[in-house]
Nanobody, 120 residues
Framework: VQLQASGGGLVQAGGSLRLSCAAS?????MGWYRQAPGKEREFVAV????????DYRDSVKGRFTISRDNAKNTVYLQMNSLKPDDTAVYYC?????????????????WGKGTQVTVSS
């Protein structure tokens, strides 16, 4: 399975961006992760393809929304009220196992990252 992420860019604090991730094959759940300079990669959001159940890291709850388009095999991450702390390379990922709360499955496939920069 190949994943193609797009939609990153430069935005001012308080602005919005939408990331997209198109998958070449079918998986059971997909997620977004991010890695800021000098920091470890961290979980951002996950969604189950079948149920649509989602989960988020605490710092993005209420601001980010993950969604899916089954027909297009594409997952989106709508990011609103962006903060400078959201600046990072964002990666989409996919798992061969389903997401069932509260355990985020191990991701089996990773896309190339897309840079998101939020200026203050």
């Amino acid at each position: 399975v190949q994943l193609q992420a797009s939609g990153g860019g430069l935005v001012q604090a308080g602005g919005s961006l939408r990331l997209s991730c198109a998958a070449s094959g079918r998986t059971f759940s997909m997620g977004w992760y991010r890695q800021a300079p000098g920091k470890e990669r961290e979980f951002v959001a996950v969604i189950s393809w079948s149920s649509g159940v989602t989960d988020y890291r605490d710092s993005v709850k209420g601001r980010f929304t993950i969604s899916r388009d089954n027909a297009k095999n594409t997952v989106y991450l709508q990011m609103n009220s962006l903060k400078p702390d959201d600046t990072a390379v964002y990666y989409c990922a996919a798992a061969r196992s389903n997401y069932v709360r509260p355990v985020v499955p191990r991701m089996d496939y990773w896309g190339k990252g897309t840079q998101v920069t939020v200026s203050s």
